[in-house]
């Protein structure tokens, strides 16, 4: 269960234009990762997922938008235990931690790759089992370097969305 149920910032279980209950949102076991667009759809990790699915993307009813990627692997779209994602604010572009080849995979909004950064080491640009991520207003990209002991900044993407 992705979340018990849903709740506005009084503590109050949330409700739609219309008073509706929102209602729960459901996972599989094995969550990780969470990040949220400008549309208010979640991405979530499914560390459950035994082939493709992998990554998700949910609106605030529960209903899945989308879905991508494979376990296991080292190419375009692979994962060997993905940890955490985050949004690009300025173009919903999706950055996935994918912790055991040591490297940060990018995705447009509709799940097609577009590139990845990192490899496994200790110099600038490589990682040693990162975990965490996040994305600022500017697009510049954090990345927790775990083993490393730091956390790294990526000059953001070069591409915009301009209209949402």
Known sequence: ?????????????????????????????????????????????????????????????????????????????YFENPSDLAVDPRNRDLYVVDTGNNRVQRFNRDGAFLSEFGGMGAGQGQFNQPQGIAVDREGYVYVADSN???????APSKSVYAGF
């Open 1 to 77: 269960m992705l979340f018990r149920s849903l709740f506005d910032a009084a503590h109050q279980p949330a409700r739609d234009a219309q008073g509706h209950s929102l209602g729960a949102i459901s996972a599989g076991g094995g969550v990780k990762g969470l990040a949220s667009d400008a549309n208010n759809d979640i991405y979530y990790i499914d560390n459950t997922a035994s082939a493709g699915g992998v990554i998700r993307k949910v609106n605030l009813k529960g209903q899945v938008l989308l879905q991508f990627g494979y376990r296991g692997g080292r190419g375009a779209g």
């Open 148 to 154: 490393n002991n730091r956390i790294q900044k990526f």
